[in-house]
Structure formats: C-alpha cells, structure tokens
C-alpha cells in the first residue's frame, strides 16, 4: 500500500488550527469592513507573466521560488500560482476598468500563496497571508492608514509588541542618482563583498540592503542610507507619513535597510516584526508603496500600497506568546437521541428543525442503545438531550438538561423556544 503525505512544505490545518485561521480571517474582516476595503478573490494562478512583471524577474520570488505549472500542451499559456497577491489584484485592477471607480479603490483579500522555497520554520510552500490594498491614492494619508489598520489586525488577533519598521526608498527622479552613490560605495569594498552579493551588485544594487548574510551587516551600517538621498518631493512624502503615523500615535522605527528592490516600488517600505526579531528573516508581514506597478501591467499611471501579512507566522507567534485564544468549537446546544435505536428518522427530523431555527444541533445518527446515545450527548458537551420516546406520537418529546441532571416532557411545537431560552441562560449563568 502506498503511503501518501502531505507534499513537502506544506500542511494540513486540522479542525482546530483551520478554526483557528477562520477566526484571523474573521478579525481580518471585521477590521477590513469597518475600514472601508472591499473583499476582492482573484484566481490563485494567473500567466507567469504577471509575476514577472509585476513582481520582477530579478527578485528570489520570481528567479528561483515561482511554482510554475507544467504546460499542458505546446501552445499553453505559461501560468504559476500566486507568490503574493498584489500583482494578480492589480491585474484585475487593469483589466475591469478599476480606475473608473472612485478612487482610492480599498481592496483586500486573504487566501494561500505558494513559493517553491527550502521549506523550514516558518517558512512553507503553501502560505496565508491577510493582504490589503489601496490603488488610485498617492498618499502618504493611506500609507498612515493602512499601517495602522496592520498593526491593529496584530492588537485584535492577540499578539503583543508588533513594531512597524518604515523606509522611504525614493523614487524614479531620486533613486538612479541614489544608486549610483551606493553602487560606488560597495564598489569600493568589492573584496568584502560574499560572491552572491557581488552578483547581485550589478543586478539589482538595492537589494545589498536587505542582505541577510552576516557579512553584510558591519559594511551595510556605514553604507549610504536612501533616506539621505530623497529627492524633495519623496522627503516631503517621508516627512508627512510620519506626521500622520505620530497623529494616530502608532509606534514605528525607521529602518534604512528595508528595501524592496525594483523600479516600480517607491517611496514607503513597511515591515512588522514582532519587536527584538527582525533579524530572523521571521517578518510577520511586508508591503509599500508601488507607484510604478499599475502601468507595467499595462495600465494608466496609478499610484498604490498595499501589505501582506503572513497568518502562518501569526498563528506561530501566539503559540510563542501562549496567547489564550477562543475556542473554535461549542458545544452543541442539544443532541437528539431516541429509545428506538433503528429510528434515525426521526432523530434527524428534529434535529433538522433545531437548525433550520438556529440551534446547534446534531442527530445522533447511529443505532446503538439510549444509554449509549445519551453517553456519547454528555461526552459532547452538550448542554441539553433531546428524547425522542413514544410521547412522539402525541407531539412531546423528553428534554433532559444534562448538565442539571433533570427533565421534563415539551411539546416538539415548543422545543426550539425552550432550548434557545436554555442556551441563553447557560451563556448568561
Ligand atoms: P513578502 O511578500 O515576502 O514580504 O511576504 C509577506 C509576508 O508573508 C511575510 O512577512 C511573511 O509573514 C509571509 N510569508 C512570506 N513567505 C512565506 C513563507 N514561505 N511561509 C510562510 N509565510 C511567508
């Protein structure tokens, strides 16, 4: 016989930890609603293309993590699942006409993204990220709010001490004479430099910033900050993101390593960490600002920001923080049993009705004896049994409370009002 597993780097949420992801999707979309972002799904593969544009052909994503589909035929289009969702949302942002909206146009979504990467701690083929997106707004009013509304997600999912990392990274009319300088500065350490990083070098400059070889760190310190070398408009942008971030009273600490690497992404980088881990490559969610993204794939110039928080990780940290979190299973109001063991037809009946009235119901569906049945009842957790005898062909049923041990005959008619006023006393008592 085979054995089958789940495939590397990924896994399965059992009923619990799926519960659990349920609830931060809930949290995420309590808060998405109550600030104005709309849901949006795109489909979790989409032409590889969009990636490489719309991620870049020079980033780790894109170079050695994209999880290309196999073409089916010689013609097929080359399509990959989604790394991220930003590029596949600002497709969909393209091709629907989006900037015809009112704009900013709120966006958000959640769902698994998948990165053919060395799976470890934390790091998984298959992963959920929380992701938000504001497109048509060059900020830096959004960019305060979006930063807030992340760091609020962390609040009301329960881990402590999130910090916000920010970085301005400039933009098309200050970044090339930016890189120039810090080209010429790794230039003149190049024998310090580890061989990728000297590849790198010339690929894609910035990225030396975000280095995460040790070697990297002593030179990083003294290298040329993008914060030093803002054009006005870019330092003006800075400068007001942080009055708004001091506005809202959100903690943040600027740090000039964040960068993302590629032409289109401007002005804002975000990063949260959970405050002393950054160092870890244990980031608990990314974004910023992409001014240039809208029109790489193909549509009008647009401004846009947007993170992604990784729920992996989330679920990861309050395991470390021992956060007591809500359970994702009740009891079940009432289970329905009766004495004839061979009478799953009525059980089910009633039990149906209990639900289509909007009780927590379940049928016990087997045929063992009433003794077992109301065994199995107690062991649930259920607050009351319903007893299905031969009063049933006058309209009553048994309602035993399991927990105060007593019972007592109810008409069916009445049975769904007398458990809702039973449940609502136990939540209250
Ligand atoms: P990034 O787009 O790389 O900035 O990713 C955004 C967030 O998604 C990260 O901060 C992580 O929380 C999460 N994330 C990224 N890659 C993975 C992965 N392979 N496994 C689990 N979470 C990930």
């Not at 085979?2 to 995420?28: C, H, I, N, Q, Y």
């Not at 830096?140 to 301005?168: H, M, Q, T």
């Not at 009008?300 to 299973?329: K, Y």
């Not at 049923?397 to 009445?414: C, H, I, W, Y």
Request: glycine share 10%; net charge negative; with cysteine.
């Amino acid at each position: 016989m085979p054995s089958f597993r789940v495939p590397r780097g990924t896994r399965d949420l059992l009923p619990d930890e799926a519960a659990r992801f349920a609830r931060f999707a809930e949290v995420a979309r309590g808060l998405t609603d109550r600030y104005g972002y709309r849901p949006i799904e795109t489909p979790i593969f989409e032409q590889a293309a969009v990636f490489e544009r719309g991620i870049g052909e020079v980033t780790d994503v894109v170079e050695k993590e994209l999880f290309r589909i196999a073409p089916r035929t010689e013609e097929s289009e080359a399509w990959a699942l989604r790394p991220e969702p930003t590029a596949g949302i600002v497709r969909a942002y393209v091709q629907h006409g989006m900037q015809t909206w009112p704009q900013p146009v709120r966006l958000a979504t959640i769902g698994p993204m998948f990165r053919y990467d060395r799976p470890q701690a934390g790091r998984y083929r298959q992963f959920w990220q929380f992701d938000v997106e504001a497109i048509g707004d060059p900020g830096p009013a959004v960019d305060a709010e979006i930063i807030e509304l992340g760091l609020r997600f962390y609040a009301e999912v329960g881990i402590k001490g999130v910090e916000v990392l920010v970085n301005s990274i400039g933009d098309p009319a200050c970044r090339p004479a930016y890189l120039a300088t810090l080209v010429a500065f790794y230039q003149g350490h190049v024998a310090e430099l580890p061989p990728t990083e000297r590849d790198r070098l010339e690929r894609n400059p910035l990225r030396l910033l975000d280095s995460k070889d040790p070697a990297m760190a002593a030179l990083n310190a003294m290298a040329p900050r993008t914060v030093d070398h803002l054009c006005e408009a870019c330092a003006a942008h800075f400068d007001s993101l942080r009055r708004h971030l001091d506005a809202l009273g959100v903690p943040y600490r600027i740090e000039p390593g964040l960068v993302r690497g590629l032409d289109y992404y401007t002005r804002t980088a975000i990063e949260f960490y959970v405050a002393g881990r950054e160092g870890q490559q244990q980031a608990l969610g990314g974004g910023g600002r992409y001014d240039g993204l809208v029109e790489l794939l193909g549509g009008r110039p647009t401004p846009g920001i947007g993170f992604g928080l990784g729920l992996d990780r989330v679920a990861l940290v309050l395991d470390e923080q021992s956060v007591a979190e809500p359970a994702g299973h009740d009891a079940p109001d009432a289970v329905v049993v009766s004495a004839d063991p061979s009478d799953t037809v009525s059980r089910l009946r009633i039990a149906t009705e209990l639900r289509a009235a909007g009780l927590r119901a379940r049928a016990d569906l087997g045929h063992r004896k009433l003794g077992r049945q109301l065994e199995a009842a107690s062991r649930d957790g259920a607050h009351f049994a319903v007893i299905l005898g031969d009063e049933l062909g006058e309209g009553q049923v048994g309602l035993r409370d399991l927990e105060a041990g007593t019972q007592r005959l109810v008409p069916v008619a009445d049975l769904a009002r007398e458990l809702k006023r039973g449940a609502s006393q136990h939540k209250h008592g």
